[in-house]
């Protein structure tokens, strides 16, 4: 099995002797092999017991590129998606979000595939990169890797969204100007179910269900009562769910009528209304 990279874009200048290059049409491509195999099997880091146990039982985990990404949108809600579907045994991520498509696109497949996870068969491997959605080369890039590559998008009020990056972003940038300044110048959810929907879109069985969450009602959203990680009641770090900051009425009023018109295409284009005002 084998997959097409753009010759232009990753590979070093091709060598005729090589057998895994080959000309199409002019361009040189290289065949990639979609599992890691043997040289990328299992890193001793990733020692927890399951693992271990399946080691010593002959199970050989290894790497493979991504069947599934979430590519989206910043800020609303990719972390807790990806933390709480990860929470399915079937489930593998990597843990960072890895930037392939947009920035580390020259370093090819083979880097992209050591930055996964190890699986054992069955799993489905997963990472989240919120700016694949704003990167415009992104969807070509992926449709070479894998045309079946499912892909997954968190939405949000795009207000409350603006509004929760600039709270990001003023929070790394000391001194920077009021949102209020910068804007113009160019809810509640049910993880269980949503956390169901994604399960089935997956393919997956259900097993991630509501015994795995609680509302932590000081953080105003769901937390895990237990991960892989940790076995006692926690929510996700203190970057997510931030104070946001008092912005002017008026200008979150001009804000939802700028974005009224780009919502309503998109409730029809998705067939869902999410009733952002
Ligand atoms: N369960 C749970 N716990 C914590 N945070 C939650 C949760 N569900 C959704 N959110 C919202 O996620 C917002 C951060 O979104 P992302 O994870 O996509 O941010 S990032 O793009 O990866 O930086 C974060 O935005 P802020 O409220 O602005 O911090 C939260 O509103």
């Not at 361009?27 to 099997?41: D, K």
């Not at 083979?110 to 704003?134: C, D, L």
């Not at 990001?168 to 809810?187: D, I, R, W, Y």
Request: include cysteine.
């Amino acid at each position: 099995m084998g997959i097409q990279a753009p010759a232009q874009d990753i590979l070093p200048p091709a060598k005729s002797s090589d057998p895994t290059q080959i000309n199409i049409f002019g361009s040189i491509v290289r065949i990639v092999p979609l599992t890691g195999g043997i040289q990328h099997a299992f890193n001793e880091s990733d020692g927890s017991p399951k693992y271990r146990f399946l080691r010593q039982q002959g199970v050989q985990p290894s790497r493979h590129l991504p069947d599934t990404l979430i590519i989206g949108v910043k800020k609303s809600g990719t972390r807790a998606l990806l933390e709480f579907i990860r929470l399915h045994p079937d489930v593998r991520a990597a843990g960072c979000e890895v930037h392939f498509f947009d920035r580390h696109y020259a370093k090819g497949l083979h880097w992209y595939r050591n930055h996964m996870p190890a699986t054992i068969e069955g799993q489905v491997t997963m990472e989240k990169t919120p700016s694949y959605f704003i990167t415009k080369e992104v969807p070509q890039r992926v449709h070479h890797m894998n045309p079946g590559t499912k892909l997954m998008v968190v939405v949000r009020d795009p207000v409350t969204r603006a509004i929760s990056d600039y709270t990001q972003a003023a929070s790394k940038k000391p001194g920077m100007k009021k949102f209020e300044e910068l804007v113009f110048l160019n809810g509640s959810y049910d993880p269980a179910y949503e956390l169901g929907r994604v399960q089935d879109f997956l393919g997956l069985k259900r097993v991630v269900t509501e015994k795995y969450f609680y509302f932590n009602s000081t953080k105003g959203f769901p937390c895990l009562l237990k991960s892989e990680a940790r076995s006692s009641p926690h929510c996700l770090g203190k970057t997510k769910g931030r104070n946001h900051p008092y912005i002017d009425p008026l200008a979150i009023d001009r804000l939802r009528d700028f974005y009224r018109p780009f919502n309503i295409k998109f409730y029809q284009m998705t067939g869902i209304h999410f009733g952002w005002l």
